[in-house]
């Protein structure tokens, strides 16, 4: 209790009117979902608090990264342990003595302050957010260790995981008066957690359906829990129905076609909550404007921008498989990358000139040219639509006066704002690690000083432009690329050097989305921000820990780890995400963007889509000057629809179909004639799904597939698409594919 006193002010301190008119909050579902309600002498950080949120944030690291390396990359979010806790959390109000210890003391506490309470409730629920992201930093480890079998070192390695993910509290302070007090900026995917803490602690009467959101939630997660046993392991086919291929299973034409993980997917679905919600996330949560985008920008980029692509031969694209994130030699075979590289690490000139260019498949380079669209696509988004609000709120955020949002107001009168010394305090110290490692590791991270104060600028600029997206679409554009191409011309044929850069550019931009993300549902559940900070301060260092040695021990512990050319075929072992990861290394650090994208590339015309991108949104802005009746067209939101995409590879047809149809009919469909059912089931559904599916997978892992107990019949047997791989061109000669 003592933390919460010192956080809170007394009303007279307080210049805020809370009974205006604009009360009734902005958005929708906020109005619908969040409540108006503060109690600041709620206990908040108490001994449940840091045994439940401690023990929830490890569980959640190791799972994700132990699933990470797997082909459907299930995460396991922080909803998971949002609701398993609720119970603990009583038990421990029940019989945990009530006592008070070192009384009279600045350190005095007690282990029982009373009911398990909400605040405790979401700041368990902040630890476990920090175990549920992942630390990216991991894709360096596995690139170096794994794929390019050279040497990396746990200290240092730890020390990258470390600064990349608490680098970005610098731009959490500078920007949360732009990204979290405007209620405009309302974060959709907190309101599964704001739902699910109503669900989880109010209490209510049975709904006209018969069940209280608290049963309902029980009966989402047996269910989902009980159903996981097919798709996870009796009847893997679920995963990804691509019926179409069972028409004629040799035509290349045909699996081209209708194979969702390695095809165009049409027709294609998946019965596996793990297939839906793995790379977007839960469809659930996606408001509706943002899913249309991105199904107009997947059907414009699987069904039009590809087809027309590899049947013209754009790229030689015939040679090469339809759909691959893989990177190969002139005549179609797989690249040997390890052939081309040094003593030193770096590119072996002789080796490259006699092995040749790097080709990759006409798919890979069409969704890089949609990345670069993607990041020009957003600067001038902002500035068009967000420029003037992001002006005004930097020029009155330290004026009183500046409207704010009702939950803004609560917090403003009710707590202490945390200084911005303490988020600046955190970077300068994170500077010099940074600088530490850049000198004293320099043969194994290769990167220069100055390449991470260049990585800090890139990242500086681009989190508003992009927070603003995140924050109203629930989308974020990638900063991999821009980063990427950057450092490839300053600091080429280094590729550890690329892939430390672009994590420090990117991450720590996407970090403090999240913890902006965080201090937007403190807001939301009146948690006092002190305390907010000091939960993702612990929470983050906490994950970065665990996250580090579970990649280090499956690394040891499973064989031939992400190697597909030595795993059994069916194995779930094949690191999709980090095989993209690795081969952006090598397109970008190792042959660098001059051989790839410039003057020495076959690919230099995919330099065209950054103009492109630039001038998209334009041309909706005018729409909406030129037609103001026209009110779907300010829907377009061309960031999102251009970059829908840009997690493709890895994510497959079959994870977009799939998710586009569930979002489809949640975000538009039950929330437009079903609104109440909506309002307090929804996001019930999503953490239900979540929580049994996560379970289930742990259980079987656990108990089955870790000593390869395994099922061999037809329904495990894969998708059924066994050509859908292979090359069209004439006298290209691939294992296991026809010659023509």
């Known amino acids: 209790m003592r933390d919460n006193i010192t956080e809170m002010k007394s009303s007279s301190e307080s210049d805020y009117d ?41 569980l959640l690291s190791f799972l994700n990264q132990f699933f990470w390396y797997r082909t459907n990359p299930l995460t396991i979010s922080s909803v998971s342990a949002q609701i398993a806790v609720v119970p603990i959390g009583h038990l421990m109000a029940r019989v945990l003595p009530t006592r008070r210890f070192f009384e009279r003391t600045r350190w005095s506490f007690t282990m029982n302050p009373g009911p398990f309470s909400t605040k405790e409730h979401v700041l368990i629920t902040v630890f476990a957010n920090s175990g549920s992201g992942a630390v990216y930093a991991s894709h360096i480890l596995s690139a170096v260790k794994l794929f390019y079998k050279r040497r990396l070192d746990f200290f240092p390695a730890l020390l990258v995981m470390i600064t990349t993910q608490v680098l970005g509290f610098g731009w959490a302070g500078l920007y949360r008066k732009h990204l979290v007090e405007p209620g405009e900026m309302w974060w959709p995917s907190n309101l599964v957690q704001v739902s699910l803490f109503r669900a989880l602690h109010e209490k209510e009467k049975r709904s006209k359906w018969g069940v209280t959101r608290n049963q309902f939630f029980v009966l989402t997660l047996i269910t989902s829990f009980s159903y996981y046993l097919l798709p996870g392991y009796l009847f893997t086919l679920l995963t990804t129905v691509s019926w179409l291929c069972w028409t004629s299973p040799k035509s290349i034409l045909v699996n081209q076609l209708g194979s969702g993980s390695a095809g165009l997917g049409i027709g294609s679905f998946g019965l596996d909550w793990s297939t839906i919600a793995s790379y977007l996330g839960s469809p659930l949560a996606s408001p509706f404007f943002a899913t249309a985008n991105i199904a107009v920008g997947y059907f414009l980029l699987m069904y039009v921008i590809t087809p027309l692509c590899y049947y013209l031969d754009f790229f030689n694209a015939k040679t090469f498989p339809i759909y691959s994130g893989k990177l190969f030699v002139a005549t179609g075979q797989e690249y040997n990358v390890r052939s081309i590289i040094n003593n030193e690490f770096r590119l072996d000139h002789k080796a490259y000139a006699e092995t040749g260019p790097v080709h990759m498949s006409t798919f890979f380079a069409v969704t890089y040219g949609l990345g670069f669209a993607t990041l020009t696509a957003s600067v001038v988004h902002v500035f068009l639509f967000y420029g003037k ?54 043969k194994q991270i290769q990167l220069p000083w100055w390449g991470a104060f260049l990585a800090c600028l890139i990242a500086l600029f681009f989190t508003p432009l992009v927070g603003v997206i995140m924050a109203t679409t629930n989308q974020a554009p990638g900063l991999n690329i821009i980063t990427e191409y950057i450092i490839g011309y300053a600091y080429p044929e280094r590729p550890v050097a690329n892939i430390c850069f672009k994590t420090y550019g990117y991450i720590s931009m996407s970090q403090s989305l999240t913890f902006l993300a965080d201090l937007k549902l403190g807001s939301y559940m009146k948690i006092p921000p002190r305390t907010m900070f000091m939960a993702q301060v612990v929470g983050t260092l906490v994950a970065v820990f665990v996250y580090a ?28 995400t980090d095989r993209v990861f690795f081969d952006a290394s090598v397109i970008w650090g190792l042959v660098g963007p001059r051989r790839m994208f410039g003057d020495l590339g076959e690919y230099s015309n995919i330099n065209w889509f950054f103009l492109g991108g630039a001038v998209a949104p334009p041309l909706v802005y005018l729409a909406t000057r030129v037609f103001p009746n026209k009110k779907w067209i300010s829907s377009i939101h061309m960031p999102v629809l251009i970059g829908a995409t840009a997690i493709m590879p890895p994510a497959t047809a079959v994870n977009f179909t799939s998710w586009i149809v569930m979002a489809f009919v949640f975000g538009h469909f039950v929330f437009k004639y079903k609104t109440e059912w909506w309002q307090r089931y929804n996001y019930v559904l999503s953490g239900g799904m979540d929580a049994g599916t996560g379970f289930m997978s742990v ?32 006298g290209v000669v691939v294992e296991g594919c026809p010659v023509f």
């Open 699 to 730: 259980l079987l892992f656990l108990a089955l597939q870790r000593s390869d107990i395994m099922l061999d019949w037809w329904g495990n047997s894969g998708e059924g698409c066994p050509v859908a791989k292979c090359p069209t061109a004439k």
């Open 389 to 442: 609000d992001l002006w005004n709120q930097t020029r009155g955020a330290l004026r009183k006066d500046r409207k704010m949002d009702i939950h803004t107001k609560i917090m403003k009168r009710n707590y202490k704002e945390v200084p911005l010394w303490w988020f600046l305090s955190i970077f300068v110290v994170n500077i010099a690690v940074i600088v530490f490692l850049c000198l004293y590791y320099e």
């Open 549 to 576: 040695l579970t990649a280090w021990w499956l690394m040891a512990d499973i064989p031939n780890l992400c190697d597909t050319s030595l795993l059994p075929p069916e194995s779930q072992w094949t690191c999709p």
């Open 18 to 58: 809370l009974h205006g008119d604009d009360e009734i909050c902005v958005v929708p579902q906020v109005e619908l979902t969040v409540p108006k309600t503060d109690d600041p002498t709620s206990p908040t950080v108490t001994f449940r608090m840091w045994v439940l949120g401690i023990t929830a944030c490890v």
